[in-house]
Every structure is written in structure tokens, then in C-alpha cells.
């Protein structure tokens, strides 16, 4: 029974700031490790705020060996669990270079990765949002110093909220 008082939903969010880039990865290993089929984290955030070095820990926390770039000329990026030795395929996918990101991502196929077997990391999330599921991890990096980014995680949806809190958990100890 809870008290007129007792916090029922605590804060979702998650707002602190990683030191370093090895940081940043190490936490995107955390985070990929906790990813299941379907997930869909999306990435927002100025250049070189550190998206594509997230990206980088994520596919490490989900066992992919591969070496991991911004999927800026191709778009998107597929790292498949047989060729990388990974737990789940990686959908990694930027709309940076996109004129009308929301009619060319879906003409790209996007939706197919957004609702397939993997795990979607998509950069200038911010781009396509219409067309984004509505359940997702949105995950905002700023650049604080030349070594330092802000990075502040927002869920949206249960399993989501489940997730972070699990991530703070292992990651943090809260």
C-alpha cells in the first residue's frame, strides 16, 4: 500500500553527461545489451554530438564485431547476427543526407526495419518523425565541451520505460 506521498512513477528520463567517447560507447554497450528484437532507439543531436559513436556500443552490447560507421552515403546499414557474431541484426540507418526525409525513408523501406527481427539505431531521428513508431527510446546528445556530451534518454511506451529503468540499474546502480 502506498502512502498520499510515496513516488508511484518516478521520473522516466535520464539526463547526465558521459566524459569521454570511450564513455559514450561503454555506455551504448550497456544499453545494447539490454535490446531485444524490435526495439527502436532513436538518436538526435548536432554533428559530432557522438550519435554515431553510440551507435558503436550498442552493436558492441549486442555482440556485433563488425566495425561500426554513420551510414551517411548508404543510408542504412545492416549488420546480420551470421556475419558479425551478434545476438540480433543491427539496422542502422541516418536520414541526415534525405531532401524530404519522411517520403524518401519510407520509399528506402524503412517501415520493413522499424517492424523486422532487429534492433533499429536510426540518427536525425528528428527528420522523419511522422513516420517513427510511436514507442520508442529517444536519446539526445549535445555537446558540452570538446570531450564531454550531454546525453539525456526519454522512453515513450512501456516497454521502453522497462527499459531504461533496467539500464539505469546496470549502468548506474539506481
Known sequence: MTGKHDVVNPDPTLDFVSHSMTQTQRIGSRLGELLAAGDVILLEGPLGSGKTVLAQGIAHGLGI??????????????????????????????????GDATKEALSMGVDEYLYGDGVCVIEWAERARDILPGEHLLIRLTIVSETKRGVYMLPRGTRYVTLLRDFKRNAFGI
Do not use: K, M, V
Not at 564485431?65 to 540507418?93: A, Q, V
Open 65 to 98: 564485431t563488425d566495425y561500426i560507421t554513420s551510414p551517411s552515403f548508404t543510408l542504412i546499414n545492416e549488420y546480420r547476427p551470421r556475419d558479425t557474431g551478434g545476438r540480433l541484426p543491427l539496422y542502422h540507418i541516418d536520414l541526415y543526407r534525405l
